[in-house]
C-alpha cells in the first residue's frame, strides 16, 4: 500500500511564497511521476503541476511561471515552490502519485490560504 504525506500548507499574504512537500512510502515502490492537484471550496479539483519519473514538469497555465515543482527518485518526494501566491491559490493542496500497476494515489491534502 502506498501512503503520501504532504506539508508544508499555511497561511501568506499576496506575493509572499510557500513550499509545499510531498514523501511516498510504501513495498517495492515503482511510478510513473509525481503530481499536485488543488481544490477551492466549492469547485472540483484540478491540476497544478506534475514531475515524472525522467524529470519531465508539466504545469496548469495559471501558475506557470510561479510555481516549481521537482522530484527526487531516490527519496520518492516531490516539492512544489510557490512564489507569487495570488488569493486565487487558496485552495487544499494535495500529492498524487500515478504507480505502474496504474493505480493512483492521494494524500490527505495540505491548506493553502493567501491572504489579500
Known amino acids: 500500500q502506498v501512503q503520501l504525506a504532504e506539508s508544508g500548507g499555511g497561511l501568506v499574504q499576496t506575493g509572499g511564497s510557500l513550499r509545499l512537500s510531498c514523501a511516498a512510502t510504501?513495498?517495492?515502490?515503482?511510478?510513473?511521476?509525481m503530481a499536485w492537484f488543488r481544490q477551492a471550496p466549492g469547485k472540483e479539483r484540478e491540476f497544478v503541476a506534475r514531475?515524472?519519473?525522467?524529470?519531465?514538469?508539466y504545469y496548469a497555465d495559471s501558475v506557470k511561471g510561479r510555481f516549481t515543482i521537482s522530484g527526487d527518485n531516490s527519496k520518492n518526494t516531490v516539492d512544489l515552490q510557490m512564489n507569487d501566491l495570488k488569493p486565487e491559490d487558496t485552495a487544499v493542496y494535495y500529492c498524487?502519485?500515478?504507480?505502474?500497476?496504474?493505480?493512483?494515489?492521494w494524500g490527505q491534502g495540505t491548506q493553502v490560504t493567501v491572504s489579500s
Open positions: 514531475c515524472s519519473w525522467s524529470g519531465a514538469t
Open positions: 510504501g513495498r517495492s515502490l515503482s511510478y510513473y511521476g
Open positions: 498524487q502519485l500515478t504507480a505502474t500497476s496504474g493505480d493512483s494515489y
